[in-house]
């Protein structure tokens, strides 16, 4: 069995910056990519940033240069640096993780989510 577990959410000003941390644990052969996620009240949940196993990284326009995505493989973790924080980056933020198993191959979790809320 697979976990997701996140950390580093919470209350900042305007222009602020938190770092998220997503770290997988369980019955785990390797990881391929990892992604976070948001979803504000009222709205879809929209992918943000991801990482491939190779460390090539995609990003949402909204937050390209002010977010950075990163791994550590012997962590398993995934992180998610948020500089230059706006009120509209208020959501609950998701990791996810394609994560191969030694008998079940390669399936999707995600964590159970953690609230950032930016104050104007």
């Known amino acids: 069995q697979v976990q997701l577990v996140e950390s580093g959410g919470g209350l900042v000003q305007a222009g602020g910056s938190l770092r998220l941390s997503c770290q997988a644990s369980?019955?785990?052969?390797?990881?391929?990519?990892m992604a976070w996620y948001r979803q504000a009240p009222g709205k879809q949940r929209e992918l943000v940033a991801l990482i491939t196993k190779s460390w090539t990284t995609n990003y949402a326009d909204s937050v390209k240069g002010r977010f950075t995505i990163s791994r550590d493989n012997t962590k398993n973790t995934v992180y998610l640096q948020m500089n230059s924080l706006k009120p509209e980056d208020t959501a609950v933020y998701y990791c996810s993780a394609n994560i191969v198993q030694r008998y079940s191959g390669a399936q999707n979790y995600w964590g159970q989510g953690t609230q950032v809320t930016v104050a104007s």
């Open positions: 369980g019955s785990i052969v390797s990881i391929n990519m």
